[in-house]
């Protein structure tokens, strides 16, 4: 299997790309670049992150239009509460996903979050693609309707069954560390793409002008520890007991307390400023509720790759982790190596199960 030079570099390029300083570098420019960082420079895996990104600026373009479903109405006209098109905008942005993966021909098969199995994608010529790539189309959704940031997140992988047949699930059931690309879009205040190929993270924020991915945030590294922590507090009394000591903890040492309810949009913010991201397992969702293939392998690339922690609540590396099923779910911590440090003391002190 052909691997990427720096993916196991963890973090900043050792070899800095050669951009201009003192003008515009636009995605496409940077992808571009980039390939030389790949052994197999073939510029399969720019055509892809090509697609990616004509799909962003599509979601965007609909996301940035859903206040106005009210006065508008909702497209097919059968529906037209928010409720409904938020509903709506998850479907749409998972069709223009797949929509545009088919342009390059370098995808054979996806799976998302909408999609209950793995879907097969009609190759372009007789060209044998050999990545699969996989996405939640629309994170954090329930924020649509009041005007609070979503994002895009996506993982891909090369196939490992011979590209001459179909794909099959266990192209898709790889260890995240096996990622050759990952990455988010972040519709916020400004919309941003991030991602990386295993050689540090680079954000791309979308200028709106000029219809264009613009290389803003070189080389992002998250702070080595940080002030805040993201996690539902409210299911508190949920909580395993390392866990309620761990946000005591927090709350004692006057960290404050940041949780938008869009992953996305909380990693984002961890990234730039330091922190931790939680989701532990509550009575509802005894393994967690996010999931690991589409949600949690993708951002913990980022993380790792920005110089950070990625693991579950039973301590493992969530790179680490073997899948089982496409919708599986697992518990995180990620975010600030000293803060994930302080919360793995506390796992080992209070946990009641075997680590
Ligand atoms: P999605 O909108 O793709 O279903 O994901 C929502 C996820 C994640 O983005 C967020 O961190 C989490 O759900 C919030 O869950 P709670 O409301 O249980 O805190
Ligand atoms: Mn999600
Ligand atoms: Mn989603």
């Not at 520890?225 to 508190?236: A, D, M, P, R």
Request: charged letters at 20%; hydrophobic letters at 35%; a negative charge.
């Amino acid at each position: 299997m052909a691997t990427n030079k720096k993916a196991e570099s963890n973090g900043a390029p050792s070899r800095p790309l050669n951009l201009p300083g003192n003008r515009i570098v636009t995605l496409d420019e940077f992808i571009i670049r980039s390939e030389k960082d790949f052994d197999y420079a073939t510029g399969e895996l720019t055509g892809l992150l090509r697609d990616i990104g004509v799909a962003a600026k599509i979601i965007n373009r609909e996301v940035n239009k859903a206040g106005l479903v009210s006065i508008l109405g909702v497209a097919d006209g059968a529906e037209n509460t928010s409720g409904d098109m938020q509903q709506k905008l998850d479907v749409y942005a998972n069709e223009k996903i797949i929509e545009c993966l088919q342009n390059s021909g370098e995808c054979c098969a996806i799976a998302s979050e909408e999609n209950d199995s793995i879907l097969q994608i009609p190759s372009v010529g007789s060209k044998q693609s050999k990545y699969v790539v996989m996405f939640d189309p629309l994170d954090g959704s329930s924020n649509i309707d009041v005007n609070v940031s979503v994002g895009t997140i996506f993982a891909i992988y090369r196939r490992k069954s011979d590209p001459e047949g179909p794909a099959n699930v266990n192209d898709f059931l790889q260890q995240g560390s096996k990622q050759v690309a990952a990455g988010y879009v972040l519709y916020g205040t400004s919309t941003i793409l991030v991602y990386t190929t295993g050689n540090g993270v680079n954000g791309f924020t979308l200028d709106p002008s000029i219809g264009e991915f613009c290389l803003s945030h070189r080389n992002m590294r998250i702070p080595e520890n940080g002030k805040f922590y993201s996690v539902n507090q409210g299911y508190y009394s949920k909580f395993d007991l390392e866990m309620r000591r761990y946000v005591d903890n927090c709350s004692d040492q006057n960290y404050g307390l940041r949780y938008i309810g869009s992953m996305v949009s909380d990693i984002h913010r961890i990234l730039i400023q330091g922190g931790i991201f939680l989701y532990p397992s509550t009575r509802k969702y005894p393994k967690g509720k996010l999931r690991l293939l589409y949600e949690c392998n993708p951002l913990a690339m980022i993380v790792e790759q920005a110089g950070g922690t990625a693991i579950n609540t039973q301590l493992k590396r969530i790179l680490d982790m073997d899948p089982k099923e496409l919708h599986q779910r697992c518990t995180v911590a990620i975010g600030s190596p000293a803060m994930v440090e302080e919360l793995r003391a506390f796992i080992e002190r209070y946990s009641a199960l075997p680590l």
